[in-house]
């Protein structure tokens, strides 16, 4: 373990083995840090907050900080953040509210690009990249490689499904669902993620028919419980279909339409 002298680190703060934190940092009470965390100046780390293994938070970031819901009354709610992910400079992580979990929590292998924010409550799955300044707004859920672009912000209680992609500087008021791209000042949908699902391995037929469900969706004039049934149906042959299906069936905000 390596900690700068200038460092502060609270009595009750646990470090894992070969932990590096750099110059003025601050690391709080009731914080765990995983082993190989690197961990740059500038950093202020306060909890209950659990910080999984190899994870690199840069300069002047904010983890674990009270959350700005002017009905948090300092309860000690928490901050769960898995392992490999990267936190560029100036990024705010907020811990949660007794009005829902009291808990944010983060997978693991997410970028956060510089002066990325999450706010109270929210929970993040794994492998996103949320660019420079994208900001998500209490409660928020997002699934797994997910895309949202630099100065995009995402209402509270707005969910996003796997594999979709948010272009930049957009406003996302209701959920988008799982493999879709969205974007433009009116904020609309453009299609599927077909090369980010490439990239993740999926074959061409079945790119093919996610492809087949989103013009169900979005291009045959099917009221939302149509839509769903026929995705049910096509989801017997294809199964990452019924994921698409069950976002719609479920969404509470309203899927992005």
């Known amino acids: 373990m390596s900690v700068h002298p200038t460092a502060i680190i609270d009595p009750s703060a646990s470090l894992g083995e070969n932990v590096e934190v ?11 840090i995983g082993d190989n965390c690197k961990i740059e100046s500038h950093v202020v780390i306060k ?12 300069q002047f970031c904010s983890i674990g900080e009270d959350c700005q819901d002017k009905k948090y009354a300092g309860e000690p709610t928490r901050l769960v953040i898995g392992d490999n992910n990267v936190f560029r400079e100036g990024c705010t992580v907020h811990r949660g509210t007794i009005q829902d979990q009291s808990l944010t929590q983060i997978g693991s292998h997410n970028l956060f690009m510089a002066d990325a924010h999450v706010a109270h409550d ?35 209680f707005c969910h996003i499904g796997s594999h979709s992609f948010c272009a930049a500087g957009c406003l996302l008021v209701k959920d988008l669902p799982p493999y879709v791209m969205a974007g433009g000042a009116d904020m609309s949908t453009f299609g599927i993620n077909s090369e980010g699902l490439k990239r993740r391995g999926f074959d061409s037929a079945t790119i093919s028919q996610i492809r087949r469900a989103y013009k169900v969706v979005y291009r045959q004039g099917h009221k939302v419980d149509e839509a769903v049934s026929i995705l049910n149906d096509m989801a017997n042959d294809t199964p990452p279909i019924k994921i698409l299906a069950d976002f719609i069936q479920h969404s509470a905000r309203g899927i992005l339409r």
Request: charged residues 5%; glycine residues 18%; contains cysteine.
């Open 122 to 156: 929210c929970v993040i799955g794994d492998n996103n990249i949320f660019a420079n300044n994208a900001t998500l707004a209490g409660h928020v859920h997002v699934g797994d490689w997910v895309i949202i672009g630099g100065m995009t912000g995402v209402h509270q």
């Open 22 to 32: 750099g110059p003025f940092t601050i690391i709080g009470a009731n914080v765990v």
């Open 47 to 58: 909890g209950p907050s659990q910080i999984g293994r190899d994870n690199h938070i840069f």
